[in-house]
């Protein structure tokens, strides 16, 4: 595939009034506060150690970022400022957040473990899980939270106040990204091409829908379903209910992380080989903007949403 140059936006359609991503660049060791609104990088924050993780809190304004290679936590405000950082040890990497119980849970890749900490860091407990825990989701409820277990073939799921082991439910080969939508969990499986549907509650396996080559990172918008195709350099768009697969959007090489917007009717992604935020006009299905941001971004996790009116 050719490599793009450095984005700059195609068409700026207006962005929802606040709304904000934080993107994880890998490469270059950095996260990028980009403001939505003007299309631009707003502050861009030195983050050594490979960050890759993310989740955005819009409420507080807050997010949190986890360097994939030394585990370290670093907490940051809508403007880039540093707020907190905590050593949360090697192999930390997926990332759910629940602001209103104030914890975060953090799988451990290393030790195959779930851990559930204190936004600060602290740790409240620690469970295990299925080999190589990956991506990391909390039920709407917050009753419920799994990992995407990426060398066992499962979903794990625990009791979010206690870590209480409730069900496990096989996928396919090497899931990774999982985030609840609809009651259900959603799972993108990397070598299989394909993503797994399970019930949140007893974790019936509901169906699986066909992707694109390497899946990597799934979101839901205008009532439809869409998942990053690593390899393909697509995104597949899905009907949530039927189970079934629609078209597909060119992207650029390597996209990664994928979330919508709080309008509903967009969703943005990271490129990682081109080195570009790209948003999508989910009822059109099409590419409207690409904002360049900093080498290898990846944003695992929920990193977009408003910004909190001051």
């Not at 984005?7 to 993107?23: E, K, N, Q, R």
């Amino acid at each position: 595939m050719i490599r793009a140059a450095l984005a700059v936006c195609l068409t700026m359609s207006p962005a929802v009034a606040g709304d904000i991503a934080f993107v994880t660049s890998q490469n270059a060791g950095s996260v990028s506060i980009v403001d939505l609104d003007a299309g631009r990088v707003r502050a861009t924050v030195p983050i050594p150690g490979a960050p890759a993780p993310v989740a955005y809190d819009p409420a507080s304004g807050r997010a949190y970022v986890i360097a994939a290679e030394t585990g370290e936590l670093t907490v940051l405000d809508t403007q880039g400022t540093v707020l907190h950082r905590a050593a949360l040890g090697e192999g930390s990497f997926g990332l759910a957040l629940d602001a209103r119980a104030g914890r975060l849970f953090v799988a451990d890749w290393y030790s195959a473990r779930l851990r559930c900490l204190t936004l600060a860091g602290a740790e409240l407990w620690s469970v295990p899980t299925g080999r190589a825990p990956a991506g990391v989701a909390l039920s709407g409820d917050g009753q419920v939270v799994v990992t995407a277990d990426r060398d066992d073939d499962r979903l794990s799921a625990f009791d979010a106040a206690d870590g209480r082991a409730l069900w496990t439910a096989p996928t396919g080969s090497h899931p990774y990204a999982v985030v609840f939508h609809g009651g259900r969990f959603w799972t993108t499986d990397v070598q299989s091409n394909s993503l797994t549907v399970v019930a949140a509650d007893g974790g019936a396996v509901l169906g699986r829908v066909a992707t694109g080559d390497h899946p990597y990172g799934v979101a839901f918008a205008a009532d439809k379903g869409f998942v990053t195709d690593q390899y393909a350099a697509t995104v597949t768009v899905f009907d949530p209910v039927a189970l079934t697969p629609g078209g597909t959007i060119d992207v650029g090489d390597y996209p990664e992380g994928i979330a919508a917007l709080s309008d509903g009717r967009r969703v943005a992604l990271a490129n990682w080989d081109v080195d570009r935020l790209t948003i999508i006009d989910a009822v059109a299905e099409t590419v409207t903007a690409e904002i360049a941001v900093p080498s290898g971004p990846r944003s695992f996790g929920l990193f977009v949403g408003p910004e909190p009116t001051r």
